[in-house]
């Protein structure tokens, strides 16, 4: 078993940045990929950046790229999700979620088997 706890949402202006962080415990040696999401207010639970916990490679979607970084600490336990220029559209409970199977693609939900609580991002003036 994987826990994942995120911190570090809040309220940020437009234009603003945010770290969020998600600390993993547990089984955390089997954990192949941890990734980002995010779920605004009626809409869709969707993706917005992976990596791959061994080699360290990273994966966007549109609404991560160019934006967000993400990345993870020497331990491998600790997921950073970076954001920039920040916009009102990116207002949403942001989740971080693990995988412990190999298969699947990337930035599908339905990869990840583990996931956090959830950390509210707001970005208004």
């Known amino acids: 078993e994987v826990q994942l706890v995120e911190s570090g949402g809040g309220l940020v202006q437009p234009g603003g940045s945010l770290r969020l962080s998600c600390a993993a415990s547990?089984?955390?040696?089997?954990?192949?990929?941890m990734a980002w999401f995010r779920q605004a207010p009626g809409k869709e639970r969707e993706a917005v950046a992976s990596?791959?916990?061994?080699?360290?490679?990273?994966y966007y979607t549109d609404s991560g790229k160019g934006r967000f970084t993400v990345s993870q600490d020497n331990t491998k336990s600790t997921l950073y999700l970076i954001m920039n220029s920040l916009k009102p559209e990116d207002t949403a409970m942001y989740y971080c979620?693990?995988?412990?199977?190999?298969?699947?693609?990337?930035?599908?939900?339905?990869?990840?088997?583990?996931w956090g609580q959830g950390t509210q991002v707001t970005v208004s003036s």
């Open positions: 547990g089984d955390t040696s089997s954990i192949y990929y």
């Open positions: 990596i791959g916990t061994r080699a360290g490679s990273t």
């Open positions: 979620a693990a995988a412990s199977r190999f298969s699947g693609y990337v930035l599908a939900p339905s990869k990840y088997n583990y």
